[in-house]
Each structure stands twice: as structure tokens, then as C-alpha cells.
């Protein structure tokens, strides 16, 4: 890819599902995981997102899940890609950052009460 992504420009590009492994290494999972892009997977999380876009006064769009359900994947409008479920965790500024981020075991940043990182 030669550019930035955000998040309508995620589904348009990603428009089928992938996996991806991740390292066994990562520091917030245990054991190997997968990232299954699939935005649908997060129905039902509204109120999740919505929690997170008032802390944080950003705009979530799911983009899928990272190990089998234990986080959901996020994009902002901006591009920036976080970590749902009962925390958030701030992956990377760009997807492609956060796709090696995640692939590579590299820890992402948990995001405080006041939605900084």
C-alpha cells in the first residue's frame, strides 16, 4: 500500500476476510492469536464503541477481532488503530503500523481514564 488508511478506506480495501498469526510473544495475549478482519464480528458492541468515542472524543469503526473475540479491532477516523474489549489499547497511528505492531508481538498502549496513552 503507498498510502495512509482510515477506516472507509479499510473496508473498501480489505472487502473479504483475512487471518493473520500473531506472535507468540505478544505482551497483552497469551499464547498465538489471530486477527480476523471481519467488521461485522463487533455487532451488538455499540455501546462498547460509544463508551470509548466519549472518553476519548474520537470516532471507532470495527474492523474485526484479535484473539477469537478477546479484543476488537478499531480504526478512528484518522486512521489510528486501538485494542476493545474492557480496556483500550492504543495500537498504532496508521493500519499498516498496527498490522506490524500486532504481527510482530511489539505491545500497544493502554489508554487512561482520560483517553491519552
Given at each position: 500500500?503507498?498510502?495512509?488508511?482510515?477506516?472507509?478506506d479499510f473496508v473498501k480495501?480489505?472487502?473479504?476476510?483475512?487471518?493473520?498469526?500473531?506472535?507468540?510473544?505478544?505482551?497483552?495475549?497469551?499464547?498465538?492469536?489471530?486477527?480476523?478482519?471481519?467488521?461485522?464480528?463487533?455487532?451488538?458492541?455499540?455501546?462498547?464503541?460509544?463508551?470509548?468515542?466519549?472518553?476519548?472524543?474520537?470516532?471507532?469503526?470495527?474492523?474485526?477481532?484479535?484473539?477469537?473475540?478477546?479484543?476488537?479491532?478499531?480504526?478512528?477516523?484518522?486512521?489510528?488503530?486501538?485494542?476493545?474489549?474492557?480496556?483500550?489499547?492504543?495500537?498504532?497511528?496508521?493500519?499498516e503500523a498496527a498490522l506490524?505492531?500486532?504481527?510482530?508481538?511489539?505491545?500497544?498502549?493502554?489508554?487512561?481514564?482520560?483517553?491519552?496513552?
Amino acid at each position: 500500500m503507498s498510502r495512509e488508511l482510515n477506516a472507509e478506506d479499510f473496508v473498501k480495501y480489505f472487502d473479504s476476510v483475512v487471518h493473520y498469526t500473531l506472535a507468540p510473544n505478544r505482551p497483552i495475549a497469551v499464547a498465538q492469536s489471530t486477527i480476523h478482519f471481519d467488521p461485522m464480528l463487533a455487532l451488538g458492541e455499540d455501546d462498547r464503541l460509544a463508551d470509548d468515542t466519549r472518553v476519548m472524543h474520537r470516532n471507532f469503526y470495527p474492523l474485526g477481532e484479535v484473539d477469537g473475540g478477546y479484543y476488537y479491532l478499531t480504526i478512528d477516523e484518522s486512521g489510528c488503530v486501538f485494542l476493545m474489549m474492557d480496556h483500550c489499547w492504543f495500537v498504532d497511528t496508521t493500519f499498516e503500523a498496527a498490522l506490524d505492531r500486532l504481527l510482530t508481538g511489539k505491545a500497544a498502549r493502554l489508554v487512561n481514564g482520560a483517553g491519552s496513552w
